[in-house]
């Protein structure tokens, strides 16, 4: 390949929109159960998603995960048929007929559903980034070139450091949930917790002292109360 080329590829990148789905109303369709099924199946299993697979054959791991499952993961052993994909929100597809993939998509498109191609992903509408969660915190991570192992890499550094500001991010929320109707102080107060020097107050001890020191008592009673 040309040199100029193989660059204007590597720069051309992959534009991505993200938005946070609630898993649990999510109901999921995967068609293949090898491991490129089992794969997609263990990431939405885990989130909470209702999840059925279609296929002729399934892999020893995804029928231990279904029987290992609550009642969120359905094995289906029979042939593709449309029918299948009516009440799906998201469809997988991770087999290797390239033609049935083709009308797959081309119903999918007509239906406005959302399909991801787990042998090659730009032939798909989407990716399933590597997600990861700490108790009040939760993200998702891709790279812009299509790089799965770099992107658990980075995730892995990032989980940790965010666990760092995890006890924090929860006192903050819980005021800034009680700042609501709080006017005229709502803003300032929530422009004071979102900050590094509160956050060092937070790991100093001195969360509540800060508080007090800055607004009105009666306020920071309320903000306060368990």
Do not use: W
């Amino acid at each position: 390949m040309d040199k100029y080329n193989a660059k204007d590829i590597f720069h051309e990148g992959i534009d991505y929109s993200y938005i946070s789905l609630i898993s649990k109303k999510l109901r999921i369709g995967i068609i293949g159960g090898g491991k490129a099924g089992t794969i997609k199946a263990k990431h939405f299993v885990k989130s909470k998603s209702y999840v059925e697979v279609l296929a002729k054959t399934f892999d020893e791991e995804i029928i231990e995960l279904a029987k290992n499952s609550k009642d969120n993961l359905k094995l289906i052993n029979e042939p593709f048929n449309f029918r299948f994909l009516h009440d799906k929100h998201i469809v997988i597809l991770a087999f290797n007929d390239d033609i049935l993939k083709n009308k797959i998509k081309d119903y999918c498109d007509e239906k406005y559903k959302i399909y991801i191609d787990s042998s090659d992903f730009m032939n798909g509408m989407g990716v399933v980034p590597v997600q990861r969660n700490t108790d009040n915190l939760t993200f998702a991570l891709n790279t812009e070139y299509g790089n799965p192992k770099g992107s658990v890499f980075l995730s892995n550094k990032i989980e940790n450091l965010l666990k760092e500001y995890d006890s924090f991010m929860e006192f903050i929320t819980k005021i800034r949930n009680k700042t609501k109707g709080l006017e005229p102080y709502k803003d300032d107060i929530i422009k004071f917790i979102v900050s590094d020097e509160y956050k060092k107050a937070f790991d100093d001890g001195k969360s509540e002292e800060e508080l007090r020191n800055n607004f009105p008592k009666n306020i920071v009673d309320y903000l306060l109360e368990p």
